[in-house]
């Protein structure tokens, strides 16, 4: 079974500091994503990634960055976190053509 | 990406089959159909996915018509479980990396 590990459940940052969100893929597919996640607002893709050091911008892009230095593995920072960007933080994979598996998500404050 | 509009909520009783549509009018021609359940403090999980017609698996069927401009999918005989939301997306997973766009989603509760 696939398997997408998010490392933290819950992170509470502060204002200003550097964030990481980890997400690790079992499955050695090509596509990985980054969404949050807001009530009323749905799911809204950051970034994506269809191979290792590719990456594209989503829908909402600000404030982020990401990095895939290796293929089961894509990394969310935030480089200066600001109380806005508080909100669950999904991460998914894909292989080519295949539908998307998805963590349980990262509950990410920011004070 | 095309656009999808779905039902905000919807209501169910136990054992009833319930019906969530999902409308695409501007859906390109390599673009598929596919469906999603999401539970409370979990990730979306991929229920259905198709082209054209009907596509039918364990769980559920997905309805969709010639023009492919509108889908449904139908739960038969919801139970308390399926108390969810469901999210109808559209993309070409050929390209974009399978990028597609997430919509609000149908809060569906079947209620006992």
């Known amino acids: 079974d696939v398997k997408v590990t998010q490392s933290s459940r819950y992170l509470v940052k502060r204002t200003g500091e550097k964030v990481f969100l980890e997400c690790v893929q079992d499955?050695?597919?090509?596509?990985m994503f980054w969404y949050r996640q807001d009530p009323g607002l749905g799911l809204r893709l950051i970034y994506f990634s269809y191979d290792v050091k590719m990456k594209e911008k989503g829908d909402i892009p600000e404030g982020y960055s990401v990095s895939r230095e290796k293929k089961e593995r894509f990394s969310l920072i935030l480089e200066s976190a600001s109380t806005n960007q508080t909100s669950m933080y999904l991460c998914?994979?894909?292989?080519?053509?295949?539908?998307?598996?998805f963590g349980d998500g990262t509950r990410l404050s920011i004070l | 990406l095309a656009k999808t509009t779905q039902p905000i909520s919807m209501d169910s009783y136990e054992g009833q089959e319930v019906n969530i549509t999902c409308s695409h009018n501007n859906i390109a021609t390599n673009d598929y159909i596919t469906w999603y359940q999401q539970f409370p403090s979990q990730g979306p999980r991929f229920i259905i996915q198709?082209?054209?017609t009907k596509v039918t698996n364990e769980v559920a069927s997905l309805f969709i018509p010639a023009d492919r401009k509108s889908s449904t999918l139908s739960l038969p005989r919801v139970s308390l479980s399926d108390t969810a939301v469901y999210y109808c997306l559209v993309g070409d997973p050929w390209t974009n990396a399978g990028k597609s766009t997430f919509g609000d989603g149908t809060t569906l509760t079947v209620k006992p």
């Open positions: 499955m050695d597919h090509e596509n």
């Open positions: 198709g082209y054209k």
């Open positions: 998914a994979s894909s292989p080519l053509t295949g539908s998307q598996h």
